[in-house]
């Protein structure tokens, strides 16, 4: 069965996808309120520059008609004047925006009044802004480079606090994919945070607790089941010899070593669950130990082994056994001959030459009980299972694949 593997990382991980998204709402923010602060404080230097010279032209013509002489920065019809103001109303101030930039001067705001009746001159105040616009473009790199800074500081901030929050993510994936893979006694424990991390920390908790007690009940209840069939089921073959000789007889006593090798099956499972299951190794020639037990299924069954090949093994040769006999049990039980067994190193690839393995048990494993596709055969379906239980005992793997060309496969790799 493939072990439990973590999922491949994605391009992007959440730690930096957070920083991106606080880099990406800090640059966002800092050019709003730069826009609104450049088109706020342009607004204000041409309304105060407009309102100079409105209230430049009225002290100026104040004079002008008072004394006859202009005051600094009042001229009559000059030149630059822009053309909506060459005709004012007579006695109306009205002001303009002119644009023009020549050398420091501009833009600027002009205000004209007509010094007297129609036909008379046009006293003319302009405002110079370009002061007024160079501060405006130092107050834009002022906030540019301040945005910048401040960007600086909030993504290794944002960078620092979404790690934090994927490490305790991690942290909860890790807990879930071990409970995946079997690991009843895996827990998140507390993630240092009142948050929505950990209210799915302790749920993932509490899941594996809920399925641990449930677990633990199916199998105590088959243990249970199988301790109490033994004695009846033994009761029933020794009755099963009393029967006088014949066609009934060789029924029923075939029918009770059935019913007898189902509760044998489901004691060994009950241990394998309870982790009462260990090793007792041994040297032993890896391949004379294969051929013996395909020899005692009574299966016609090829095995092959290279002539130079002695591999010598350091393993359980009982559960070594067991394991083979279920796999060439099941492969021919289930398969179509011919079933192989190659034997090389120390790997032993069971192959038959049926439909294969149902795509559910390759993705989730064999269930007891369930012998998958119809096609396959019948059976109760614990074969595969104490074949696998008897594999992590030896600390071997055992993989269950389909050939590409038809047929199941199943690889035994022993470890060194």
Known sequence: MRPFKRLRPARMSLRWKIAALAAATACLVAVAVGVLVHLWTAQDIRQRAEAQAFNGVYAAMDVYRRT??????????????????????????????????????????????????????????????????????????????????????????????????????????????????????????????????????????????????????????????????????GGLLAAADLLPAGETEDLIRGRVRDLRGLVEDLLEISRLDAGAEQPVSAHVPLGAVVAEAVARTGFDTEVVRHAEDATTVETDPRRLERIVSNLVVNAHRHGTAPVQVTVE???????????????????????????????????HGLGLTIALGQARVLGADLRLDNAPDGGAVATLRLPV
């Open 68 to 233: 006859g002489t202009l005051t600094d920065g009042a001229e009559l019809d000059p030149p630059d004047l822009p053309d909506a103001l060459r005709h004012p109303a007579d006695g109306d101030r009205h002001t303009a925006y002119d644009g023009r930039v020549e050398g420091n001067q501009g833009p600027s705001y002009w205000a004209a009044q007509r010094t007297d009746g129609a036909g008379s001159p046009v006293l003319a105040v302009h405002v110079n802004m370009s002061n007024d616009f160079h501060t405006l473009r130092q107050l834009d790199v002022t906030m540019a480079v301040s945005s910048l800074v401040a960007l600086a500081a909030a993504v290794p901030l944002a960078a620092y606090g979404a790690g934090v929050l994927g490490r305790r993510l991690r942290r909860v994936g890790e807990t879930a994919g071990r409970i995946s893979a079997g690991d009843l006694d895996a827990r998140t424990g507390p993630t240092q945070g009142r948050d929505e991390v950990d209210d799915i920390a302790a749920t993932v908790d509490l899941m594996a607790d809920s399925l641990g007690r449930r677990l633990r009940t199916e199998r105590q209840f088959t243990a249970d089941v199988a301790h109490e069939l033994r004695t009846p089921v």
């Open 345 to 379: 190193g120390r790997t032993v690839v069971v192959r038959d030459h049926g439909s294969g393995f149902p795509a559910d048990l390759l993705l989730d494993g064999p269930r007891r009980f369930h012998t998958g596709a119809a096609e396959r055969g019948t059976g």
